[in-house]
């Protein structure tokens, strides 16, 4: 009984594999196979049970025939050495393309073997080999040089594993507190808030589902979602560092989607009549706060902290140092916070514009005075930055163009600016009576015509469907 022959197909079909697999074995001699003109290629059945419980494949004689290759000294000069200088005899110096060796002489005439190569960190190295013998040896040591330095840069790094607790500490201590003026907040959310929940698992057992139950357990404690956003951006903050400091191999915050916080813009900006009343409720301390907060637009911890050689009367600037954004600016003092600083001036008892008389340091907070000033003035809901909001408005009301007002406010980018431009509810109705002038307008010489017949016609076709 002859032994029946599987064709490419059918043996492919059987296998679950490519029929290009099936060829490409067969090319490299990894299967037993005949070969026949018009009859192209088959298989037989009894040498495919045995191959496949042999479990293996046998080696490729891809080689076989083939000489060594011969990688001595001589040859591997020439494949890598350009030049007939490079070749010479006399030649003290070879370059292979990732670094060089060459010879140098001691002062006692001795040779030495040196190489010169480019480290990890893209500065020139070099180094005398000082157990080379010859110039194979040196050309060795260059060679674990470099592959040292691809290791270094290119292999996987085995991560630490390292609890969320600890790690914490570790970026309060060597980020935080050395790179953020807000290093504070930090440690606050961190400690009250990501430790108690996170603070045992290791930051490989972070996952987007996890992180995502815990922003789940803040919105039923009553939290905002703007104040997990903030949470969330410290998290993706401190992976990111995690995978520097090879503590972590991804960051799982990427894959969380924050929350829209269109919802949460405060729109709060303080009318002429409203300024009217709380300045005339303000403690004596708080009042010239107050105007130059809504003279210059000027953070909350500026006015606080602004100094008198900070202050220019002679060409009536103020020089504001140390802000949010790390970039001093130059805000003009106009006539109505001129005298406010003469008469802060004469009665000055310190470096600072304004001190607290009772420590002569500046005023730490302001925040009971100010929530006083505005409960006696019967204004509700209004913060203290929403005096910056209303030194944004006021400007624009009165025509400077957001370029100006995004320097005067030391924004670094017209998109922040333009959070703080609001239009109050009567601009609005001033804009939507423009358009009923304009058809007010187009409509009167239609309308001032003799007969009540002829103006009514008129009129008609401004409502017709047809």
């Given amino acids: 009984m002859k032994e029946s022959l599987l064709t490419v197909k059918e043996l492919s079909s059987f296998l679950h594999v490519h029929p290009k697999t099936v060829y490409r074995w067969a090319k490299n001699g990894q299967i037993r196979h005949i070969k026949k003109d018009g009859l192209g290629i088959r298989f037989k059945e009894r040498e495919i049970d045995d191959w496949i419980e042999s479990g293996q494949i046998k080696a490729m004689p891809i080689f076989e025939g083939l000489q060594k290759l011969d990688l001595s000294l001589e040859n591997y000069d020439k494949m890598l050495l350009k030049g007939r200088s490079a070749l010479s005899k006399s030649s003290k110096r070879w370059c292979y393309g990732f670094g060089t060796v060459y010879i140098r002489k001691t002062k006692e005439g001795k040779t030495r073997y040196c190489i010169d190569y480019r480290g990890g960190d893209g500065r020139r190295k070099r180094e005398v080999i000082k157990t080379a013998q010859s110039r194979a040896e ?67 057992e972070f996952t987007p589902l996890l992180i995502e139950k815990y922003r789940a357990e803040r919105l039923k404690a009553g939290v905002r979602k703007s104040s997990t956003n903030r949470e969330m951006a410290l998290l993706k903050k401190m992976f990111n560092l995690a995978i520097d400091w090879q503590y972590a191999k991804e960051n799982p915050v990427r894959k969380v989607k924050l929350f829209s916080e269109k919802d949460n813009l405060k729109e709060r900006v303080l009318s002429e009549e409203e300024e009217t009343r709380l300045l005339a409720e303000c403690a004596d301390h708080l009042r010239p706060i107050i105007v130059v907060a809504l003279n210059t637009g000027m953070r909350k911890s500026e006015i606080l902290t602004l100094s008198w050689d900070r202050v220019d009367m002679n060409l009536r600037l103020i020089h504001v140092s140390k802000t949010k954004s790390g970039k001093d600016r130059m805000v003009p003092i106009n006539d109505a916070l001129l005298g406010v600083f003469e008469e802060l001036r004469r009665s000055s008892i310190g470096k600072y514009v304004f001190t607290n008389p009772e420590t002569g340091l500046p005023f730490k907070s302001v925040r009971h005075s100010f929530e006083n000033a505005c409960r006696r003035a019967n204004i509700h809901g209004l913060r203290f930055h929403d005096t910056r909001h209303t030194f944004s408005c006021r400007m624009i009301q009165r025509g400077c163009d957001i370029e100006t007002l995004r320097d005067l406010l030391g924004h670094h980018s017209v998109t922040v600016t333009q959070r703080y431009i609001h239009t109050n509810l009567d601009q609005k109705r001033q804009a939507v009576e423009l358009l009923s002038a304009k058809k007010a307008a187009d409509l009167s010489p239609i309308c001032h015509t003799d007969g009540e017949e002829k103006a009514e016609s008129a009129v008609t076709p401004l409502f017709s469907v047809n």
């Fill in 138 to 204: 040196a050309l060795l040591a260059l060679q674990r040089k470099i592959s040292d330095i691809f290791d270094s840069q290119y292999s996987p790094a085995q991560t630490k594993q390292v609890a969320f607790e600890e790690f914490a500490n570790l970026y309060l201590e060597n980020y935080s507190k050395l790179n953020k003026k807000s290093w504070k907040c930090d440690s606050y959310a961190l400690v009250a808030h990501l430790i108690p929940y996170f603070g045992e698992f290791k930051l490989s």
